[in-house]
Each structure stands twice: as C-alpha cells, then as structure tokens.
C-alpha cells in the first residue's frame, strides 16, 4: 500500500503523523511511504530525516494525496484538505465527527473510507490511540492553568501549591480517565487541593491513592456545583466514545464561580462538558464569560509537537501496519474506529 503524511494545516499544529523511524517501520513491511516535504520540521524531523530511512518526499499536498492510497495524519481534514481527498483513500486520524456535522456530510459524500484515531476500541473498552494524547492534554491542562492564574493572565493570582500562611490552590477536575488522571497527578504534584469526579469506583480508589491531597467524588450534580463554585481551575475531561460530551457545567454554575478563576475543557474538542465553553486556537486561545477565563483549544497537544508525535506514533504503528497488511479485513479495534465508509455513517454514536 501507498501511504501519504500529509503537512498538518490547523492553525498552530505542529505535530506529524509518524515521526521517521515509525514511518520505516511501514518500509520494512513492504510498504511505500511518502512524506509532503517540511511535514515533520516543527517536530524537529527534517526531510533527509526521513528520506535516510526509505520515505519519499513529495513536495506539495496535491501530489501528496494524489499518490497515497492511505491518508494518515494528526487532525481534522479542514479547507482545501477536503478537496484532495477521493473517495478512493482511506483516512485515518483523529476526526471527532459528533462534534463537526457539516465535516460528516461531506465526508460521506466524498464516499471515502474515514476511521477516527479516537474510537479505535479495544474489547476492554481502551483507547489506544487516544490515550497518548490524553495523557498529554491532562499535563498541559494544569500546566496552562497555573499561568493562566497569573493576575498578568487575568487571573485571580492563586499558586495552586499554597505557600506556609497561604491556603492550597484548588483544582476541580471533571473525569477520572487518561486525560483527567494526568491532570490530577500534576496537580497534586503540584500541591493543590484536588477534587476529581468519576462514575467507577475503581478510578475513584486509584484516584486518591495519587496522594492525601486528591479526594475522588461521585458525579452527584449538588456536589459538582459546590466544588466549581470553589474552584481555582476547573478541568473538563469527559470522554463518550464518539458522542459529544455531556454538560456537567452548565452556565448558572459558572456564574457562580470566583472572578479570576480558569476554566479548561479537554473535551471542547468533543463539544464540550461546561456550557460556556466554546472551541479556541492558539492563536487566541482565551475568551472571558462572567469574568472566569476559558481556554478550548481543540488541539492541545500541538504545542509540544515533538513529545506529542513521539508517544502519537508509537500508538499508532502496529494498527497502521495492520491496515496497510489488510485494508479489507479489519481486525474489531480497527472495525471499531470506522466511522464512515462509501458515504454511510457507520459508527453508532454518530447515528
């Protein structure tokens, strides 16, 4: 198979698909690989990078797309992407379909074959190739918060870790998952009082074994408005496979929250768990609602694009050697991860 690592255009994104030594992998199996020239530069890959393991470069995206039979890449296909895809290319990447329905129906009528990175499912109900990148977006999420509670930053002026006469920052974390896991573990790290929500009893328990600082609590709605309107920096990290996020948060409990406090919602990508929040970029990455800062940047991980494509790929080669093995046999995690085929919904949460 013909596989192409197409430059990622998203405001701000410096990740690439497969860092050079993944791509050889490909090689190795008997497959040809080709890389738009530059793709993997922000990365810290160069193209002799790849070239010296057996990747071709091609210089542009038109023939990127027009030599591939796989299209493997990091995020969304947006603008003039969506004009180069044919209905002959299998695309594989991260898509977050439930929240984009115009990018489903003209998916569906290019009548490719598209499978989402994030609901690639194991029988255990893993998320293999999401977990990297949530692992990654809960670390950047306390990160981003304690600068963001900089009064330079708008915010309230708190440290999370409290210094001798003064009180604990407090965190409020909304899902006990990778993403939200991460974030605790920082977090407490940190010294912050943290409170995380979680329906398993199982994530509560590993939860506060993290350190006498984290409480883990049931998703109780009254217990949910008491711990946001107390927030210093509020998390959302609700994951449904493939569904929007519900809104755990809604706009009254926002108003109620202290002046200077910051909002971060992982699954804004997904729609969303606090209702004020909106989608943001890099480049302007904050917006204000009842003086609470909100940062919804849908892709997070861009930012630290060389450890990002480092884990990212790792997950990612043994199912894309798969793929590539046998495009039409899909084993059930890749089966799992077809959202569209030949302009049909095919994932039942996007149905």
Known sequence: MRV?????????????????EAAAQLVLHGHQVYI?????????????????LGIHIVPDAPALYDVAQIIVKVKEPIGPELSLLKKEHILFSYLHLAALPDLIQRLCDIGLKAIAFETVEMGDGKL???APMSDIAGRLSVQIGTHLLHTSMGGKGVLLGGVPAAP?????????????????HVA??????????????????????????????????????????EADLLIGAVLVVGERAPHLVSENDVQQMQAGSVIID?????????????????????????GVT????????????RTASQSLSASLIPFLIELADSPDKLSQPLQAGVNIDAGVIIHPALK
């Open 294 to 305: 909100h940062f919804g940047v849908t892709n997070m991980p861009g930012s630290v694009p």
């Open 168 to 184: 604990r920052g407090k965190v409020v974390i909304l899902g006990g998952g990778m993403a939200g896991g991460n974030a605790a």
């Open 128 to 130: 293999p190739l999401l």
């Open 188 to 229: 407490a790290g940190l010294g912050a009082e943290v409170v995380v929500f979680d329906r398993s009893r199982e994530k509560m328990e590993a939860l506060r074994n993290i350190g006498h600082n984290v409480t883990a609590l049931y998703p109780h709605q009254a217990s949910i408005q008491k711990q946001v309107r």
């Open 36 to 52: 738009q020239s530059q793709a993997g530069i922000i990365s810290g890959y160069s193209d002799d990078d790849y070239s010296e």
């Open 266 to 290: 992982i699954s804004v990508d997904q729609g969303g768990c606090i209702e004020t929040t909106r989608p943001t970029s890099y480049e302007d990455p904050t917006f204000q609602r009842y």
């Open 4 to 20: 192409g690592i197409p430059k990622e255009i998203k405001l701000k994104e410096g990740r690439v698909a497969l860092i050079p």
